[in-house]
């Protein structure tokens, strides 16, 4: 049996990611994996140069006290980690997911995330982490980073939940799309949704074959009720525009087609998607 895997902090996503989580459970019928990770900043203290003017018995000394407090701040560290976790548990009880499992690592998010890839099915993550209230139009330092190490859907969740109803795929030919359409025709998760496939573009004879195909399978395999468009400009103002005006829940897309040096210099369309979108996002790579 697989599960969800849910990764959450101390940010104020940490209750959204729990409840779009318990959105995939009760669709799916899989349990969820709940994580938090104790990264290596937190439980120890920053590196100290002792190569000045302290003598041997002040820097064994002072060796003594930082080592002492580096075990105070991973036993805090502990603590608070299991404090999240219970807390997480609870919130999925009370949306009805009835197996929900909690694990607490140390270490770097993207070791977790190897060492539970082949149990999940979706991972779920904040779109921002606990500096969130501080810097609203940076996304978390570990989402990109997650959605790049892992071949599993990873569903971006806002900031708070509501029913999801009507979703919307983005969708230009690529195998990252091609991908999120199989899944979306083959999985529980989408089935009873309103579905409307949008390529941002011109709007050429190969252009509509391949839309027309995508819709196609989803409606053979999964009897979906499910519209097409093509619409020319920007993807990520298209889309978003799309969003507000259709009302739609979910955005469904292929995420970083592209390497982190070509994204830097040019940006990336999968990063300014998840900035202007209010909604959840679904991430296919």
Known sequence: MTNITALIDASVYSRSVCDHAAWLALRTGDGVDVVHVLGRREVSSAPV???????????DTLLAELASLDEQKAKLAHKRGRLLLDEAKARLHEDGVDVVTTKLRNGDIVEAIHDFEDDSSFIV???RGEAADFASMHLGSNLERVVRATHKPVL?????????ERFLIAYDGGASAMKAIEHVAASPAFKGLACRVLSVGSDTSGVRQQLDEAATNLRDKAGMSVETDI???????????????????????GAYGHSRIRSLIIGSTTTEMIRSCLVPIMLFR
Do not use: C
């Open 156 to 164: 971006v969740a806002a900031r708070a939940f509501k029913p999801i």
């Open 231 to 253: 619409i020319n400009g920007q993807p990520d103002a298209v889309i978003a525009q799309a969003v507000r005006d259709d009302h739609i829940d979910l955005v469904v897309m």
């Open 125 to 127: 993550i904040g779109k």
């Open 49 to 59: 140069n002792l190569s000045g003017n302290l003598d041997a018995n002040a820097r």
